[in-house]
């Protein structure tokens, strides 16, 4: 079974703070994705890669940037916060193109 | 572009009742679709997928069928149970770009004893 583990779980942040969340996936998979859930929109998609170094942007991007160190590390920056922003971040990998492995989400909130 | 809807924002049974929950599709190309379910406090995790239409995903008592048609993938459990209470995703993957998957905005499903 793939892991894939987000950090940090849980956090508070002010309008206007400097946020990152992390992934780490220890399959080698090669593709990872972040994803936003908000109740009433499911799950949409910020940012993804294929490879360390690769950057695909997703549906919902304005706001984030995202960074794909290793083959293992994807990151989720959110340099401006904005309390658009506090929702549930899932990041999930993927290396057969039907499976998507998620972690157990990060919750943000921007007050 | 591609695109799935789930219409059923709630759905609340009792154990034991029968379980349908809708879901369309749009795509250009031929799709591989997929159920993801999520249980309180976890992350989404595959419950079943088809990839070809007409056939069946089965997996833990539910199955689908997509009908290519009507663009209907509907998930259908015969006897739910407490344990089922969950939030049910339908899905499809785009194989034809860098594997975008699609997701609609899920059904919440609560099991009563």
């Known amino acids: 079974e793939a892991a894939v583990t987000q950090s940090p779980r849980n956090k508070v942040t002010v309008t206007g703070g400097n946020v990152t969340l992390s992934c780490r996936q220890t399959?080698?998979?090669?593709?990872m994705y972040w994803y936003r859930q908000d109740t009433g929109h499911g799950l949409r998609l910020i940012h993804y890669s294929y490879g360390a170094g690769n950057l695909q942007i997703g549906d919902v991007p304005d706001g984030y940037k995202a960074t794909r160190t290793t083959q293992e590390d994807f990151f989720l920056l959110l340099e401006l916060a904005s309390p658009s922003q506090t929702s549930l971040y899932f990041c999930?990998?993927?290396?057969?193109?039907?499976?998507?492995?998620f972690g157990e989400g990060s919750r943000l909130i921007v007050v | 572009g591609d695109s799935v809807t789930q219409k059923q924002g709630q759905v609340t049974l009792s154990e034991d009742d029968f379980l349908f929950i809708n879901c369309t599709y749009s795509?250009?190309?031929?799709?591989?679709l997929f159920w993801y379910v999520q249980y309180p406090g976890q992350g989404p995790q595959l419950l079943l997928k088809?990839?070809?239409?007409?056939n069946k995903g089965i997996s833990r008592g539910f199955e689908a069928t997509y009908d290519k048609g009507t663009t209907s993938f509907h998930l259908q459990k015969a006897s739910v149970q407490e344990s089922d209470s969950a939030v049910y995703f339908c899905?499809?993957?785009?194989?034809?770009?860098?594997?975008?998957?699609?997701f609609g905005k899920g059904t919440s499903l609560t099991v009563i004893p």
């Open positions: 795509t250009t190309t031929y799709p591989t």
């Open positions: 088809v990839t070809t239409a007409n």
């Open positions: 399959n080698s998979h090669n593709y």
């Open positions: 899905a499809l993957v785009d194989l034809t770009g860098y594997q975008n998957f699609y």
């Open positions: 999930a990998s993927s290396v057969n193109r039907f499976t998507l492995y």
